[in-house]
């Protein structure tokens, strides 16, 4: 039983209603963007939006480049590096890369990206988020496949390199509509 409070409204949640939402909601039919609902909930408290797709047209001119321009920022500084990437379900990005890098130190501290398709001006804001080494099934053999060579040769020693802050994994997510 998964117990909260928002807003001074308390709700209950127990593991199998959960689990019959997430079932209906990853169906294949099911919309990209998952969005649990109050009422779905059986409570009373605002929507959870859990992944927002980038849009697709970006997407698709993105799947004939291996890198992707990734712009991030600290305060008022910005920079832009060339960062391979892999497209994954339901519309986002993976970045794989150092746990010490200059750019995860700045999704760390601002989760705020744009990606630039490298040679054109098309681009897309998203919001960086780390991937934790519990968070891996779905997309695990994904990474590993493409990222074997750079530090992921199997999955456990993808969760390995993540749990121990070698190297993080980013999903870019489009940003949320207001």
Not at 95 to 124: C, I, M, N, T
């Amino acid at each position: 039983m998964i117990s909260a409070s928002t807003f001074g409204t308390r709700f209950h949640l127990s593991a199998g209603s959960l689990e019959r939402i997430f079932e209906t909601a990853l169906s294949p039919s099911a919309p990209y963007r998952i969005n649990l609902t109050a009422g779905a909930l059986g409570c009373n408290t605002s929507a959870l939006q859990l992944v927002t797709p980038l849009p697709e047209d970006f997407l698709q001119l993105l799947e004939d480049h291996e890198e992707v321009l990734v712009t991030s920022r600290d305060g008022t500084t910005r920079g832009t590096v060339p960062v391979w990437f892999i497209i994954a379900p339901p519309g986002v990005v993976y970045l794989f890369g150092f746990g010490f890098s200059e750019k995860a130190r700045r999704w760390r501290s601002d989760p705020w990206v744009r990606l630039r398709v490298p040679g054109q001006q098309d681009s897309v804001e998203g919001v960086a988020h780390f991937v934790g080494p519990d968070e891996l099934d779905a997309i695990a053999p994904l990474i590993v496949e493409h990222w074997a060579m750079q530090g992921a040769p199997t999955v456990d020693g993808l969760r390995r390199t993540l749990r121990d802050g070698v190297h993080v994994l980013v999903r870019i997510e489009g940003q949320p509509s207001a």
